[in-house]
Protein backbone atom coordinates (compact mmCIF):
# COMPACT_ATOMS: atom_id res chain seq x y z
CA UNK A 1 0.00 0.00 0.00
CA UNK A 2 1.09 3.70 -1.24
CA UNK A 3 0.23 6.97 1.21
CA UNK A 4 0.21 9.87 -0.95
CA UNK A 5 0.92 12.86 1.84
CA UNK A 6 3.06 15.32 3.72
CA UNK A 7 4.77 15.40 7.01
CA UNK A 8 4.02 18.21 9.01
CA UNK A 9 -0.06 18.78 8.03
CA UNK A 10 -3.00 18.12 10.34
CA UNK A 11 -4.88 15.22 7.90
CA UNK A 12 -1.84 13.37 6.66
CA UNK A 13 -1.02 13.27 10.59
CA UNK A 14 -4.20 11.49 11.47
CA UNK A 15 -3.89 8.86 8.98
CA UNK A 16 -0.17 8.53 10.56
CA UNK A 17 -1.60 7.98 14.12
CA UNK A 18 -4.06 5.51 12.49
CA UNK A 19 -1.18 3.54 11.34
CA UNK A 20 0.84 3.33 14.14
CA UNK A 21 -2.42 2.64 16.15
CA UNK A 22 -3.00 -0.31 13.75
CA UNK A 23 0.95 -1.23 13.50
CA UNK A 24 0.46 -1.20 9.55
CA UNK A 25 3.62 1.44 9.39
CA UNK A 26 5.48 -1.32 7.96
CA UNK A 27 3.06 -2.24 5.23
CA UNK A 28 3.25 1.53 3.51
CA UNK A 29 5.36 3.26 1.13
CA UNK A 30 4.95 6.96 1.63
CA UNK A 31 4.95 9.38 -1.47
CA UNK A 32 5.61 12.73 -0.51
CA UNK A 33 3.59 15.36 -2.52
CA UNK A 34 4.38 19.27 -2.36
CA UNK A 35 1.45 21.01 -1.04
CA UNK A 36 2.84 24.21 -0.90
CA UNK A 37 3.81 23.90 -4.28
CA UNK A 38 0.40 23.26 -5.63
CA UNK A 39 1.03 19.79 -6.87
CA UNK A 40 -1.81 18.09 -4.99
CA UNK A 41 -4.04 20.86 -7.57
CA UNK A 42 -2.44 19.18 -10.68
CA UNK A 43 -4.16 16.70 -13.16
CA UNK A 44 -1.92 13.72 -12.18
CA UNK A 45 -2.50 13.90 -8.66
CA UNK A 46 -6.66 15.17 -9.21
CA UNK A 47 -6.72 11.77 -10.85
CA UNK A 48 -5.89 10.06 -7.94
CA UNK A 49 -8.22 12.48 -5.58
CA UNK A 50 -10.52 15.03 -7.28
CA UNK A 51 -10.72 16.82 -4.34
CA UNK A 52 -7.22 18.09 -4.45
CA UNK A 53 -6.80 17.36 -0.94
CA UNK A 54 -4.28 14.47 1.56
CA UNK A 55 -3.68 11.83 2.43
CA UNK A 56 -4.72 10.06 -0.19
CA UNK A 57 -4.18 5.74 0.33
CA UNK A 58 -3.41 3.61 -2.73
CA UNK A 59 -4.48 -0.10 -2.29
CA UNK A 60 -1.41 -3.05 -4.07
CA UNK A 61 -4.92 -3.59 -6.65
CA UNK A 62 -4.69 0.01 -7.87
CA UNK A 63 -7.77 1.54 -5.67
CA UNK A 64 -7.31 4.73 -4.69
CA UNK A 65 -9.48 5.89 -1.31
CA UNK A 66 -9.08 9.39 0.17
CA UNK A 67 -10.81 10.65 3.03
CA UNK A 68 -9.23 10.32 6.69
CA UNK A 69 -12.43 8.72 7.63
CA UNK A 70 -12.73 6.58 5.03
CA UNK A 71 -8.79 5.28 5.12
CA UNK A 72 -9.46 4.90 8.49
CA UNK A 73 -12.17 2.71 8.23
CA UNK A 74 -10.37 0.40 6.22
CA UNK A 75 -7.10 0.14 8.01
CA UNK A 76 -9.25 -0.59 11.20
CA UNK A 77 -10.92 -3.05 9.81
CA UNK A 78 -7.76 -5.13 8.11
CA UNK A 79 -7.03 -6.95 11.49
CA UNK A 80 -11.22 -7.94 12.33
CA UNK A 81 -10.72 -5.89 15.49
CA UNK A 82 -12.24 -2.34 14.07
CA UNK A 83 -11.50 -0.66 17.61
CA UNK A 84 -10.83 3.11 16.39
CA UNK A 85 -14.43 3.15 14.71
CA UNK A 86 -16.68 0.77 16.56
CA UNK A 87 -16.65 -2.77 17.23
CA UNK A 88 -20.55 -2.65 17.90
CA UNK A 89 -23.43 -0.92 16.29
CA UNK A 90 -23.66 1.53 18.88
CA UNK A 91 -19.96 1.97 19.48
CA UNK A 92 -19.96 2.64 15.57
CA UNK A 93 -22.48 5.68 15.35
CA UNK A 94 -21.59 6.97 18.59
CA UNK A 95 -17.55 7.33 16.75
CA UNK A 96 -19.05 8.53 13.52
CA UNK A 97 -21.15 10.87 15.46
CA UNK A 98 -18.38 12.33 17.56
CA UNK A 99 -16.22 12.33 14.54
CA UNK A 100 -18.16 14.21 12.19
CA UNK A 101 -18.90 16.92 14.68
CA UNK A 102 -14.74 17.20 15.29
CA UNK A 103 -14.31 17.57 11.76
CA UNK A 104 -17.12 20.40 11.43
CA UNK A 105 -17.10 22.33 14.67
CA UNK A 106 -13.34 22.45 14.72
CA UNK A 107 -10.94 20.91 12.34
CA UNK A 108 -12.51 22.08 9.08
CA UNK A 109 -13.72 25.26 10.59
CA UNK A 110 -10.06 26.02 11.51
CA UNK A 111 -8.63 25.06 7.87
CA UNK A 112 -11.60 27.26 6.88
CA UNK A 113 -10.15 30.78 9.10
CA UNK A 114 -6.67 29.66 7.46
CA UNK A 115 -6.76 28.97 3.96
CA UNK A 116 -10.03 31.95 3.62
CA UNK A 117 -8.72 34.65 6.71
CA UNK A 118 -4.68 34.41 6.75
CA UNK A 119 -2.50 33.48 3.92
CA UNK A 120 -2.61 29.94 4.57
CA UNK A 121 -0.36 28.08 2.55
CA UNK A 122 1.15 30.98 0.38
CA UNK A 123 0.74 31.79 -3.01
CA UNK A 124 1.08 29.04 -5.42
CA UNK A 125 -2.37 27.98 -4.30
CA UNK A 126 -4.05 31.45 -4.54
CA UNK A 127 -5.06 30.38 -8.19
CA UNK A 128 -6.70 27.16 -6.82
CA UNK A 129 -9.11 29.08 -4.64
CA UNK A 130 -12.98 29.06 -5.47
CA UNK A 131 -13.60 32.53 -6.72
CA UNK A 132 -16.72 32.06 -5.06
CA UNK A 133 -14.50 32.58 -1.51
CA UNK A 134 -12.85 35.57 -3.22
CA UNK A 135 -12.97 38.44 -0.74
CA UNK A 136 -14.72 36.27 1.87
CA UNK A 137 -12.07 37.13 4.51
CA UNK A 138 -15.34 37.81 7.16
CA UNK A 139 -16.70 34.09 6.39
CA UNK A 140 -13.08 33.17 7.03
CA UNK A 141 -13.15 34.91 10.28
CA UNK A 142 -16.36 33.67 11.27
CA UNK A 143 -15.08 30.45 11.24
CA UNK A 144 -12.47 31.28 13.70
CA UNK A 145 -15.52 31.58 16.10
CA UNK A 146 -17.04 28.57 14.92
CA UNK A 147 -13.82 26.47 15.69
CA UNK A 148 -13.72 28.39 19.36
CA UNK A 149 -17.03 27.00 20.28
CA UNK A 150 -15.82 23.64 19.14
CA UNK A 151 -13.33 23.75 21.29
CA UNK A 152 -16.05 24.99 24.12
CA UNK A 153 -18.08 21.87 22.82
CA UNK A 154 -15.50 19.08 23.27
CA UNK A 155 -14.48 20.52 27.10
CA UNK A 156 -17.86 20.33 28.02
CA UNK A 157 -17.81 16.72 26.75
CA UNK A 158 -14.77 15.80 28.27
CA UNK A 159 -15.95 16.96 31.78
CA UNK A 160 -18.05 13.61 31.46
CA UNK A 161 -15.95 11.30 29.51
CA UNK A 162 -12.70 10.34 29.22
CA UNK A 163 -12.35 10.38 25.49
CA UNK A 164 -14.24 11.96 22.94
CA UNK A 165 -16.66 9.33 22.45
CA UNK A 166 -16.81 7.08 25.35
CA UNK A 167 -14.28 5.13 27.23
CA UNK A 168 -11.37 4.20 24.69
CA UNK A 169 -9.30 6.29 22.30
CA UNK A 170 -11.07 6.34 18.94
CA UNK A 171 -10.98 7.84 15.53
CA UNK A 172 -13.05 10.57 16.94
CA UNK A 173 -9.95 11.57 19.15
CA UNK A 174 -7.60 11.67 16.24
CA UNK A 175 -9.88 14.00 15.08
CA UNK A 176 -10.29 16.45 17.36
CA UNK A 177 -6.13 15.86 17.87
CA UNK A 178 -5.91 17.31 14.76
CA UNK A 179 -7.71 20.35 14.61
CA UNK A 180 -5.86 20.96 17.92
CA UNK A 181 -2.47 20.41 15.94
CA UNK A 182 -4.55 22.42 12.94
CA UNK A 183 -5.35 24.95 15.59
CA UNK A 184 -2.07 26.49 17.25
CA UNK A 185 -0.66 26.58 13.33
CA UNK A 186 -3.50 29.21 12.76
CA UNK A 187 -3.12 30.90 16.34
CA UNK A 188 -6.59 29.23 17.43
CA UNK A 189 -5.56 27.73 20.95
CA UNK A 190 -7.64 26.34 23.65
CA UNK A 191 -8.74 28.82 26.04
CA UNK A 192 -7.50 28.85 29.68
CA UNK A 193 -10.69 27.71 31.19
CA UNK A 194 -11.12 24.96 29.02
CA UNK A 195 -8.96 22.63 31.55
CA UNK A 196 -10.73 19.32 30.92
CA UNK A 197 -9.74 19.72 26.98
CA UNK A 198 -6.55 20.56 28.22
CA UNK A 199 -6.05 17.48 31.05
CA UNK A 200 -7.23 14.92 27.55
CA UNK A 201 -5.07 16.44 25.26
CA UNK A 202 -1.84 15.86 27.56
CA UNK A 203 -3.20 12.47 27.72
CA UNK A 204 -3.71 11.94 24.39
CA UNK A 205 -0.40 13.37 23.51
CA UNK A 206 1.68 10.30 25.70
CA UNK A 207 -0.33 7.66 23.67
CA UNK A 208 2.45 5.96 21.47
CA UNK A 209 0.51 6.14 18.49
CA UNK A 210 0.10 9.87 18.72
CA UNK A 211 3.34 10.47 20.72
CA UNK A 212 5.67 9.74 17.77
CA UNK A 213 3.63 11.29 15.42
CA UNK A 214 2.67 14.71 16.24
CA UNK A 215 6.33 15.44 16.19
CA UNK A 216 5.68 15.83 12.86
CA UNK A 217 2.89 17.73 12.77
CA UNK A 218 3.52 21.79 12.04
CA UNK A 219 6.99 21.36 12.87
CA UNK A 220 7.74 21.17 9.21
CA UNK A 221 10.05 22.57 6.93
CA UNK A 222 7.05 23.75 4.66
CA UNK A 223 5.14 25.98 7.23
CA UNK A 224 8.50 27.37 8.82
CA UNK A 225 9.09 28.63 4.93
CA UNK A 226 5.37 30.07 5.66
CA UNK A 227 6.21 31.74 8.44
CA UNK A 228 4.43 29.88 10.92
N1 LIG B 1 -11.72 15.89 4.32
C1 LIG B 1 -10.37 15.62 3.89
C2 LIG B 1 -9.51 16.83 4.23
C3 LIG B 1 -8.11 16.72 3.64
C4 LIG B 1 -7.36 18.04 3.68
O1 LIG B 1 -7.96 19.14 3.74
N2 LIG B 1 -6.03 17.93 3.61
C5 LIG B 1 -5.19 19.10 3.59
C6 LIG B 1 -3.84 18.78 4.25
S1 LIG B 1 -3.99 18.84 6.00
C7 LIG B 1 -4.89 19.49 2.17
O2 LIG B 1 -4.59 18.65 1.36
N3 LIG B 1 -4.95 20.81 1.92
C8 LIG B 1 -4.54 21.34 0.66
C9 LIG B 1 -5.43 22.41 0.14
O3 LIG B 1 -6.48 22.69 0.77
O4 LIG B 1 -5.09 22.96 -0.90
C10 LIG B 1 -9.87 14.34 4.56
O5 LIG B 1 -10.45 13.91 5.56
O6 LIG B 1 -8.94 13.70 4.06
Redesign the pocket.
Known amino acids: MKIFD ?1 PG ?4 A ?1 IRIVLAEKGLDSQINFVSVD ?1 IG ?1 E ?2 QAEFLEKNP ?5 VLQLDDGTYI ?4 A ?1 TEYLDNLDGDPRLTGRTPKEKALIHMMQRRA ?1 AELL ?1 AV ?1 NYF ?1 HATPG ?1 GTA ?1 QA ?1 KSPAWEGRKDWGDRQREKALGGLRYFDNVLKDSPFIAGDHFSLADITVYAGLM ?1 GDAAGITIPDDHAALKTWRETVSEIPSVKNRSGQAFGSEDLRRLGF
Open positions: RFPNPRLAHKSGVLPAECTIEDGHLLFF
